[in-house]
């Protein structure tokens, strides 16, 4: 699927840059076949659609745009027995997701920003991942400058913690993100 949403910061990974991603797994000894997968900004399920297609034992996919529950429904994922699929903020560390799959892959969205999350919410993720907040003490919540920042932050960066953090500690995680993240010395 083609299709972009760039006011969610989604686009969605072709099915052929998926397979090829898989493959390069397989090639690099990661096991599809009896896997668990999680794609913790799924879209529209076309990582885990694949990753079922080539033997996943069970996908869990989040995403927090109601509108893929069609997608979901139409390409049959939200109908297979072996998918888990949720409207979530998989970013909420109240999901207990650490070390849930042996694969985790995606294109999680990027380009955009934590502009629109509550204070709760920033503060949820300001208490949970490594961020670089100044001024914050280590038992109180992050200060209102803190927070105002985090709504700047890259939420690409946040999900590579959570890709990490969802993989098992001998799993394997596939992920796009832009060349940025890695040419970036800040956060290097």
């Known amino acids: 699927m083609t299709t972009a949403r760039s006011e969610l910061g989604q686009f969605f990974t072709p099915r052929t840059v998926v397979r090829f991603a898989l493959s390069l797994l397989g090639h690099s000894g990661a096991a599809v076949r009896g896997a668990s997968v999680c794609d913790p900004a799924c879209g529209s399920g076309e990582w885990l659609c694949a990753a079922l297609e080539a033997g996943a034992q069970e996908a869990l996919g989040m995403d927090c745009d109601p509108a893929m529950l069609r997608p979901w429904r139409k390409g049959g994922l939200a109908d297979d027995p072996r998918a888990a699929l949720a409207i979530a903020d998989s970013l909420d560390p109240a ?38 907040l100044p001024g914050r003490a280590p038992t109180a919540g992050p200060p209102p400058q803190a927070l105002a920042r985090l709504r700047r932050y890259p939420r690409e960066l946040l999900f590579l913690e959570r890709f990490v953090e969802i993989c098992r500690p001998d799993g394997w995680i596939a992920i796009v993100l832009p060349e940025g993240v890695f040419s970036n010395r800040r956060w290097r």
């Open 95 to 132: 999901l207990r997701l650490a070390g849930r799959a042996d694969l985790v892959l995606g294109n999680p969205p990027f380009g955009t920003q934590l502009a629109g999350a509550t204070d709760l919410q920033l503060g949820r993720y300001a208490e949970h991942y490594r961020l670089p």
